[in-house]
């Protein structure tokens, strides 16, 4: 889109015709609709709306008049978001029409103090210097209009009252206002010039109405244009115009928009008037943001502007060629290049009144050229600078066209070195004319070259110079061949000499081929045999480090058991004592009996940490797996889910094993939960085999004992694990289970005692794909034992004891203490407690001879259990001692006989086992003062649950 401004000079009346492409201002049509758009409302009721830099004047008598139309004419100034400025005068001072202003404008002095109306003296704008300037003054409204431009404002709105003039002004004045028609034609800015008609004589009336395209009087109490004959004849003969016009604006408007090149015009201040749509696209932009806007403010360039100054100045067109250029803000695009050219169209009396600028963007020719220029200087260097000699030739033909000769072109430095043959010798001169007498084979191979494009590659003796060369020639364009070789005599001479010492040593490789064969074959079994040794070692040193992790944890095990049992300990022996108070089937009882279920699950998972520090093989001896195996299969088909089907296969004919029943079974048990925890609710199965297998020495695994073995094997149809799972399953504490759902203990025990049955453990797994694990066990080739895996059917323990004992009762937690003393004090025993080693030493030491029972702590400050027992044996060696642990492995069962322990009872025990154990020490006791040799005597523990 852009704009033609018209001007006719008949008679001396002005107007500027604003145009669009074909269809402007017809209704409906979409470009009407856009000119509609840039129409700007005057606020005045008898003009309406006007489009940017049209031209009013006012002709008033009072105060009032003036108003009237000023007051309106900027309050939609103000709601178009235009910067309006007012230059006052008498009659109206700036405050009367801040006054008049405010009383009429929502919001004014909002406005004013955001600067978007401004109302200033017309000696601050017209006569700044004491008189007027026109030039200065017309300046000054175009830089306003850049400031309103650069505020986000969307143009700039005028009036200036004219009451200060003198007579000898008026002349001047006149002048001015038609040069305001030039100055804002095209321009973001609308004036209303502001006339007293008591002052204006009829010549002054003409001149004032024929400098604007708008005049407005008040006449029969109401505002008219003024009309008259000669401005109606001019408005038929601009009608006329205006449709040429915009027959030539469509016309001119297709022409600008359909090319390539960026046009636009500007004013002689630069400011752009219209721009094609090119133009406005290079930038981004839609043709409607530039007119008004500053050329050399939106692309600064000094050197552009100078050249425009002086077209302006001079007449003189302007043009230049592949001028560099960056746009500001798009750093992306690099450097352009850019054909200028500034056309001035001048007026009538030869001024300046508008230039055209041009712009072809020839970055690609530009570019194009430097692209050449460079492949030409990296061509010549690489030509000059080649340690390959180079040759450019073409082919000789004779009257029938058949190739008989070719002629040098050009060669390069690395030809004459390589050739012994300067370049003046060759240029221009054919083959046989610098060789004469030459192999014609040379010029059947180089013509093939040439005539057919083949490139070809061959080694060659040339007898001219005695020297054998590598030759690579290719066709560059017709008739023409051009030649790459390197001088190859001194290879040639060599690879001679390498053929005849390679049948020497071909003779002397064939004479020692037997000898070598022969040691290789040792060599690669000696690497096959270290090979083999270091992934051994690999393995050993992995199963020592997994070796190493379980022992720490087994002392981290023992460390906090102690601690935990303390804590525990209380809480069962008291609920036991009131479950002994309290009738059953109460509530209560019911509330004591879950209580101490809880407690009891509790001590277990505690004793499944310890199981760490306990895994041994002490206690083993001969069993059958099989028993076992259909025993625990039984007990999980009622406690698995329905949906999990169990399928159990036994195939073995040797099922012997040394080990702990109850462990096997927990291997199985663990396991299978395992496998029942994968498929969580889905439907699956759970597979168990039972199988003999025999591992040879080269398959064992390091640290399992090779040959017969009995395989258990588990399978599931579960989630399957994934290899970075596989690799810390059995670590401790390691789940992939929600929180609170497990404690990752379960594969770690798994791991545990299949270490301690000399056995191994494999798992196989893929995700999505279920997970099978194998346990391997060496086989006993004796015969079982009768094994029983239930508690004894000895002495409940339940009810006192027969006699009144009196007891010597120590440990360092009171809660404990206080317990254990209660439990003693019902089941009819004297208690004397003490809270540490050294006091009950103190009161044993009193009167060795009245205690008939010592039940001590082992962890205690000052002085341990197992001290304090080796004091109180040295005072009276048959006295019986009981000792409490939280920690099983903190002696030895016959190093704890030889210094009077009779039982260890580790925590927390019930007050059924207390009582118990109490009875067995006092029997040994008896049976100790008969035969007084007790120090082998077995010893019984009790860890909670059961006898053995």
């Known amino acids: 889109m852009f704009y033609v401004r018209h001007i006719s000079t008949d008679q001396g009346v002005f107007r500027r015709i604003d145009h669009q492409s074909k269809g402007a201002g017809q209704p409906g049509s979409q470009k009407g609709n856009c000119m509609a758009r840039k129409l700007r409302k005057t606020g005045i009721d008898i003009i309406r709306d006007v489009p940017w830099g049209t031209h009013i004047c006012q002709f008033y008598r009072t105060v009032e008049d003036l108003t009237e139309i000023v007051v309106p004419y900027f309050r939609a100034g103000i709601e178009n978001n235009e910067l309006c400025l007012w230059v006052v005068s008498e009659p109206l001072a700036a405050h009367d029409a801040k006054k008049a202003l405010r009383s009429a404008v929502p919001g004014f002095d909002s406005c004013m103090d955001k600067g978007q109306i401004e109302i200033i003296s017309y000696d601050r704008w017209y006569t700044r210097d004491g008189r007027f300037a026109s030039r200065q003054v017309l300046d000054a409204w175009t830089a306003k209009l850049r400031h309103a431009l650069s505020a986000g404002y969307d143009g700039l709105r005028l009036s200036g009252n004219t009451l200060w003039l003198e007579v000898g002004e008026w002349k001047d004045f006149i002048a001015y206002e038609k040069e305001i028609e030039d100055t804002i034609a095209g321009k973001r800015m609308i004036a209303l010039c502001t ?38 004849t001019i408005a038929r003969e601009l009608q006329k115009r205006e449709k040429e016009l915009r027959r030539t604006n469509e016309l001119l408007s297709a022409i600008l928009n359909s090319t390539h090149v960026l046009i636009a015009c500007m004013d002689p201040q630069a400011d752009l008037i219209m721009v094609n749509r090119v133009y406005a696209q290079a930038d981004g932009k839609e043709p409607d943001f530039f007119p008004g806007r500053n050329h050399f403010e939106l692309y600064p360039d000094e050197e552009s502007e100078a050249a425009f100054r002086k077209v302006v100045a001079t007449g003189e067109p302007y043009h230049a060629c592949a001028r560099p250029f960056a746009y500001n803000g798009h750093p992306e695009r690099g450097v352009s290049y850019w054909d200028w050219s500034m056309e001035p169209v001048k007026d009538g009396e030869g001024r300046v009144k508008m230039v055209v600028l041009s712009l072809h963007d020839v970055t690609a020719q530009v570019r194009a050229r430097m692209e050449v220029y460079a492949s030409e200087e990296r061509y010549r260097s690489l030509f000059n600078s080649m340690t390959e000699g180079f040759a450019l030739h073409e082919i000789v033909t004779d009257e029938s066209g058949k190739p008989v000769d070719y002629r040098f072109l050009d060669v390069n430095p690395a030809f004459e070195k390589l050739t012994g043959l300067q370049r003046e010798e060759v240029v221009g001169k054919t083959m046989y004319e610098v060789f004469p007498g030459n192999d014609p084979s040379w010029v059947d191979i180089y013509s093939t070259v040439a005539l057919t494009g083949e490139r070809v590659q061959f080694e060659k003796y040339s007898e001219s110079l005695d020297h054998y060369f590598e030759i690579s020639a290719y066709c560059p364009e017709p008739n023409r061949f051009a030649s790459i070789f390197i001088d190859i005599t001194k290879r040639r001479k060599v690879e001679k000499e390498l053929l005849r010492h390679r049948k020497q040593l071909e003779e002397l490789v064939m004479a020692r081929t037997a000898e070598l064969e022969e040691r290789n074959k040792k060599l690669r079994a000696e690497i096959l045999e270290r090979r083999k040794a270091e992934d051994e070692k690999k393995k050993i040193e992995a199963q020592l480090l997994q070796a190493q992790k379980m022992e720490a944890l087994g002392r981290f095990a023992g460390g906090i058991a102690h601690d935990l049992n303390n804590v525990l300990y209380p809480v069962i022996i008291n609920t036991e004592m009131l479950l002994e108070d309290t009738e059953p089937d109460t509530s209560h009882h019911e509330l004591l009996r879950q ?148 404690s990752g203990m379960g594969l770690s025990i798994v791991h545990g005692i299949v270490k301690s049955h000399r056995g191994e453990i494999t798992v196989e797994s893929e995700p999505g794909r279920g997970s099978t694990f194998a346990v391997y066990l060496p086989l006993y080739s004796g015969e079982a034992q009768a094994v029983s895996r239930h508690p004894g059917k000895g002495h409940s323990g339940a009810g006192g004891l027969r006699e009144k004992k009196r007891i010597l009762l120590i440990d360092d937690e009171e809660i404990v203490l206080s317990s254990l003393q209660r439990v003693l004090n019902r089941s009819g025993c004297r208690v004397d407690t003490a809270k540490s080693g050294p006091e009950a030493l103190v009161a044993f030491m009193q009167n060795p001879g009245g205690f008939d029972l010592v039940i001590t702590d082992q962890t205690m400050p000052g002085m341990t259990g197992l001290e304090l027992s080796q004091k109180i044996r040295e005072m009276r060696p048959d006295i019986p001692v009981i000792l409490c642990t939280g920690y099983r492995d903190v002696i030895e069962e016959r190093d704890a006989a030889s210094i009077g322990i009779r039982e260890i009872l580790v925590k927390p025990t019930g007050t059924r086992e207390l009582r118990s154990a109490i009875r067995r020490a006092l029997s040994q006791q008896a049976r100790y003062r008969a035969r007084p040799s007790p120090s082998r005597r077995p010893l019984h523990a009790r860890p909670g649950t059961g006898e053995r």
């Not at 520090?613 to 025993?631: D, Q, T």
């Open 195 to 232: 006339f007293c008609i008591d002052r204006c004589g009829a010549a002054d009336v003409i001149d004032v109405v024929s400098s604007h395209q708008y005049a407005i009087i008040r006449r029969d109490g109401g505002w008219k244009v003024i009309e008259n004959a000669s401005r109606k």
């Open 595 to 742: 209580t101490l279920f809880a407690a009891h699950r509790q001590r277990d998972l505690i004793q499944k940490i310890l199981s760490f520090s306990r895994l041994s093989g002490e206690n083993f001896s001969p069993i059958r797996v099989s028993p076992l195996f259909e025993e625990t299969i039984g007990f999980l088909r009622s406690s698995i889910p329905s949906t999990i089907e169990i399928r159990s296969r036994i195939d073995v004919s040797a099922d012997v094993i040394i080990g702990d029943p109850i462990q096997i079974q927990q291997v199985i048990i663990n396991l299978c939960k395992n496998a029942s925890d994968a498929m969580e609710s889905q439907r699956g199965s759970i597979e168990l085999s039972l199988t003999n297998t025999c591992l040879e020495p080269a398959h064992s695994r390091p640290g399992m004992l090779s040959g017969d073995c009995l395989e258990l094997r588990v399978s599931d149809t579960g989630s399957g694990m994934s290899r970075e799972m596989l690799e810390r399953i059995f670590d401790p504490f390691f789940t992939t289970k929600a929180q609170g759902k497990g």
